[in-house]
């Protein structure tokens, strides 16, 4: 059921990047065409509570990071469990985990101050110096990202959240992605699979 819900909202934001044939934009470019019906439009931001435990998949990438000011104060961990391509898009899965003090995810990853996801993060492609940004479902400004919503998490030590992103992919020869994430920094050569 995960990967139904996973694939109608990876098809939605292809529609909506232009990444489908025929549209034009897509590849991490600024331009998108008009935006999706409302019938094609699916929520792409679920909330999800954070987890005591992180995910048992393989760790391909980590970091550390000091992270927040005054009572948010913590040090947290990402871990990059896939960076997996599949045909004109990239999905990226990694958690977080709170490594001493408390964590705000809440509001740490968006594009602004009430932007409750994880939309700002970004891969960076070193060998043609291009970024590419999460995916839309649209091109207004109500259009969301496919990627996790943050609402609500505030981990304490010990505790993880798992999280995703959805993104054009770079061409077939790119085999490497630096990931930049707010609070994290950027992590480097992570590989595509």
Not at 9 to 36: F, K, S, T
Not at 91 to 99: D, H
Not at 100 to 127: C, E, Q, R, W, Y
Not at 133 to 161: I, P, Y
Request: contains cysteine; aromatic residues 4%; proline residues 7%.
């Amino acid at each position: 059921m995960r990967k139904t819900i996973a694939l109608a909202v990876a098809a939605v934001a292809l529609a909506g990047c232009g990444v489908l044939p025929g549209q034009q934009g897509g590849g991490g470019e600024e331009q998108q065409p008009p935006a999706a019906t409302p019938e094609q439009v699916t929520s792409a931001t679920p909330e999800r509570a954070p987890q005591q435990t992180a995910q048992p998949d393989s760790v391909i990438a980590t970091r550390e990071a000091s992270v927040g000011a005054g009572d948010m104060y913590g040090k947290a961990r990402a871990d990059i469990t896939a960076l997996k391509r599949q045909g004109k898009t990239l999905t990226l899965n990694w958690t977080i985990t709170a490594t001493d003090g408390k964590v705000n995810v809440h509001n740490g990853m968006g594009t602004a101050p009430l932007d409750f996801t994880v939309s700002a993060v970004s891969l960076i492609d070193p060998v043609n110096a291009k970024r590419y940004r999460t995916a839309r479902n649209g091109t207004g400004e109500d259009a969301e990202c496919v990627c996790s919503g943050t609402q609500g998490q505030f981990l304490e030590k010990d505790e993880a959240s798992t999280l995703y992103a959805v993104f054009a992919a770079p061409p077939a020869d790119v085999t490497k992605l630096n990931i930049e994430m707010p609070m994290i920094g950027v992590i480097t050569d992570v590989p595509i699979s």
